[in-house]
């Protein structure tokens, strides 16, 4: 992997996120997380286990810089954790209306954590290992993607970012991963970035992060994102970084 690449399997104690993620082992899954460089802006990603069957995932972006608003990430991660447990740990549960209260708990506790408004678009997942099912809330986030043999399907929007409303939800929604699906997450500073490496000064967009989804070989959920990102740096060039890039993979094996 190149060096300006960090990897969410193997992360050092560097500022990331409040406590480093190490994802879990996943029965017939492979699932990463890479990031371009030190991180400057609110992107936070993190992954637990949070019963024997199921695993949670969430890609988020804090509204601010990083030195500001780390209180702001420390506090929605704990959120995400315990309340993930709380929510999705016993067998026979909704799993949609865990995630719609998964995402309020979240969205209050932000508002919360930061006084006031702090805009925070949102993917928030729970894999069954067993089923191969998903079910998220995408809350104004970058819409998700997921590869199997129909083609590139995108996860659009459920709600508003987290972060603005008290009382605001985000509907839930299940979808099925067929043998060798991939779903990709990127930031919003993957489709923002610019492409003043190649001149030109459009963005990089999500069309072009559907094209490489599309064409790229689906080996391992660390290449695919090192993929991703390695055509965004050659799309920006040199320029300096001015946002977060991360991508999260979750490929289902069998």
């Known amino acids: 992997m190149p060096s ?9 104690t560097a500022q990331v996120e409040p406590v480093p993620t190490v994802f879990p082992s996943i029965v017939g899954a492979d699932i990463a997380a890479v990031f371009v460089g030190n991180r400057v802006a609110g992107d936070f990603y993190d992954s637990i286990r949070v019963s024997p069957q199921r695993v949670l995932i969430g890609l988020l972006d804090v509204a601010g810089r990083r030195e500001d608003n780390r209180n702001i990430l420390t506090g929605t991660q ?4 315990t309340a993930g447990v709380e929510l999705f740990s016993k ?5 949609t209306d865990a995630m719609t209260e998964l995402n309020l708990r979240l969205n209050r506790g932000l508002i919360e954590a930061a006084t006031g408004v702090r805009s925070c678009p949102a993917f928030i997942a729970c894999y069954h290992e067993v ?12 819409p998700a993607l997921l590869r199997d043999t129909t083609g590139v399907t995108e996860l659009d929007s459920t709600g508003l970012p987290l972060g603005l409303f008290s009382h605001a939800t985000a509907d839930s929604r299940i979808v099925g991963l067929e043998k060798g699906a991939a779903l990709l997450l990127v930031s919003r500073g993957v489709i923002t970035c610019e492409g003043q490496g190649n001149g030109s000064s459009d963005e990089f967009g999500l069309t072009r992060v559907k094209h490489f ?7 391992s959920a660390n290449d695919l994102c090192s993929t991703i990102l390695n055509s965004v740096h ?6 300096p970084l001015c946002d977060d890039r991360t991508a999260l993979a979750l490929i289902r094996t069998v």
């Open 4 to 12: 300006l690449f960090n990897s969410g399997k193997r992360q050092p």
């Open 78 to 81: 704990q959120i995400f954790r």
């Open 91 to 95: 067998p026979d549960i909704n799993e």
């Open 131 to 142: 089923f191969g099912t998903l079910v998220y809330t995408n809350a104004g986030h970058t």
């Open 213 to 219: 989804l599309q064409s790229a070989p689906i080996t």
């Open 234 to 239: 050659t799309f920006a060039g040199d320029q």
